[in-house]
């Protein structure tokens, strides 16, 4: 049973940093692309970010394209996603999925998130 769980969430002041971890299990990690997503309040889930097997490539969504980088350690079974220049348009819940922009809805599997509050 694959599980997904976040952390490294809380309160940041705009223009501060943040790194989210995700801890994952019951799969083959180094054998799977991997994403975050978010969700902002009233909105769905966005995809923001991905990282494909053997950390060849990235990709993130314009937004936070610069400001973010997402990263992986496959020894471990961990993704992370490395926050700076946060906004308060980054209030959100962050969290880790299984797959890519082009597939994550597919799979279906995210874990519960971490709650990103970006605010004076």
């Known amino acids: 049973q694959v599980q997904l769980v976040e952390s490294g969430g809380g309160l940041v002041q705009p223009g501060g940093s943040l790194r989210l971890s995700c801890a994952a299990s019951g799969l083959t990690f180094s054998n799977v692309a991997l994403s975050w997503l978010r969700q902002s309040p009233g909105k769905g889930l966005e995809w923001i970010s991905e990282?494909?097997?053997?950390?060849?490539?990235?990709y993130s969504t314009a937004s936070v394209k610069g400001r973010f980088t997402i990263s992986r350690d496959d020894a471990k079974s961990m993704l992370y996603l490395q926050m700076s220049s946060l906004k308060a348009e980054d209030t959100a819940v962050y969290h880790c999925?299984?797959?890519?922009?082009?597939?994550?809805?597919?799979?279906?599997?995210w874990g519960q998130g971490t709650q990103v509050t970006v605010s004076t």
């Open positions: 990282i494909l097997t053997g950390s060849a490539s990235t």
């Open positions: 999925a299984l797959g890519s922009e082009a597939t994550w809805t597919l799979v279906g599997a």
